[in-house]
């Protein structure tokens, strides 16, 4: 899920597979996780959170896992919509424990729905 | 549902001149942020809130500075724009449990579109 130079790692799915998008994350003393959808011209909408004492978490649709041991994120989406193509951001609290400390965030992936 | 506004979609000023982002959030959020995101960059951190009349500096504090009065409304102020202060800024905004070390998810506004001419 990292990008390099200034190109958006892209992904590209067929309408009603499943995607998975993964995510490296840099500070191993983080706590807290997160994944936002941003579409073209609006600001990121939040779609999970997890916890560092979680490996796993699931909502509608979507499942974050946790993979602590080696500092990577992954978001699930199961039977991608059309609506599901975005730019998708893991996120990270920049210093744990702090509370309202900002968060730290991957460059982002572009997802593709084909039909 | 948690609302952030921000109180311009685009914006266009010149070199030199005071620009004053404004954003209002409407659930009683302790948290506030400025962001700003550039192509290639992601969001980037800028300053935050904890409380009113609180601040702390993010990770690209230079050239901003920012301002709470209310509980409500932050604001960020470029004191003299330049050309590489173009960009999207985005506000958000979060629930307060700093005292239990915790951090909440975050809740963002649609974003100003800033060009520095």
């Known amino acids: 899920g990292e990008s390099v130079g200034l190109h958006l790692p892209t992904l590209s799915v067929q309408e009603g597979d499943n995607s998975i998008i993964n995510c490296a994350y840099s500070n191993s003393a983080s706590d807290y996780f997160i994944w936002y959808k941003q579409e073209s011209g609006k600001g990121p909408q939040f779609i999970i959170d997890?916890?560092?004492?979680?490996d796993k978490r699931q909502g509608q649709r979507v499942t974050v896992l946790l993979n602590k041991t080696v500092k990577h994120l992954s978001l699930q989406i199961a039977a991608t919509q059309p609506g599901d193509s975005a730019v998708y951001f893991c996120a990270e609290n920049r210093y744990s424990g702090g509370g309202a400390d900002g968060l730290t965030f991957g460059k982002g992936t572009h997802l593709i729905i084909q039909p | 549902d948690v609302k952030v506004t921000q109180s311009s979609r685009y914006l266009v000023k010149r070199t030199g001149e005071k620009v004053f982002l404004e954003c209002v959030q409407d659930m009683d959020h302790e948290n506030m942020f400025w962001y700003r995101q550039d192509p290639g960059l992601g969001l980037r951190l800028i300053y935050f809130s904890y409380d009113v009349k609180m601040k702390e500096k993010g990770d690209i504090p230079e050239g901003y500075s920012v301002s709470r009065e209310k509980k409500e409304r932050f604001s960020l102020i470029l004191e003299s724009a330049s050309t590489n202060q173009t960009s999207m800024y985005l506000c958000?905004?979060?629930?307060?449990?700093?005292?239990?070390?915790?951090?909440?998810?975050?809740?963002f506004g649609p974003g100003t579109r800033l060009t520095v001419l």
């Open positions: 958000a905004s979060s629930w307060g449990r700093r005292r239990l070390g915790l951090t909440d998810t975050q809740y």
């Open positions: 997890i916890r560092s004492n979680m």
